[in-house]
């Protein structure tokens, strides 16, 4: 193997932020999703409310793939679990604000809204990590070297 080849197969392995970033979009996604199950199964909502609840739960599915991806270096899954996770802290804290003021306190919701502001925070620094393993993987891909990620 050669120099660029060792560079490429370096550049496969992920810090911890990227770790980290990939856990936390994965975790709000999850607890997203679980969230709109148990609203929907445990409450009574009316619209526009419900329109809101409803539209957790995708960006949660989202979020989840996303994690998971994130977590094997990939670049389109960096900026898309950072749209994700403002999304998901935008509206986990509308949400949470609504049960508030409905006099309802959910733990879950806490959860949702600290995991979503975690994820926001950590997949920024994953980004440009995310990019050059992408970048790696391609060079590695075209001259010959599967690495099977």
Known sequence: ?????????DA????????????FVAAAGFVGAVIVLQTVTSFRIRMPWLALIWAILPLGL????????ILGGRDWAAIGGLIVSLSLLLLDVLWS???????????????AVILALGASA????????????SAARRRLHASGFETGL
Not at 1 to 9: R, V
Not at 62 to 69: E, P
Not at 123 to 132: H, K, L
Request: proline share 4%; hydrophobic share 50%.
């Open 1 to 9: 193997m050669d120099a660029q080849t060792d560079a490429d197969l």
């Open 122 to 133: 950590a997949t920024p620094f994953a980004i440009g990590e995310c990019r050059r393993a």
């Open 62 to 69: 989202a979020g989840i793939l996303f994690g998971m991806k």
């Open 97 to 111: 604000g609504y049960a508030l003021l409905n006099a309802v306190f959910v733990p879950m919701y806490v959860i």
């Open 12 to 23: 496969l392995r992920l810090s911890g932020i990227t770790r980290v970033a990939g856990g």
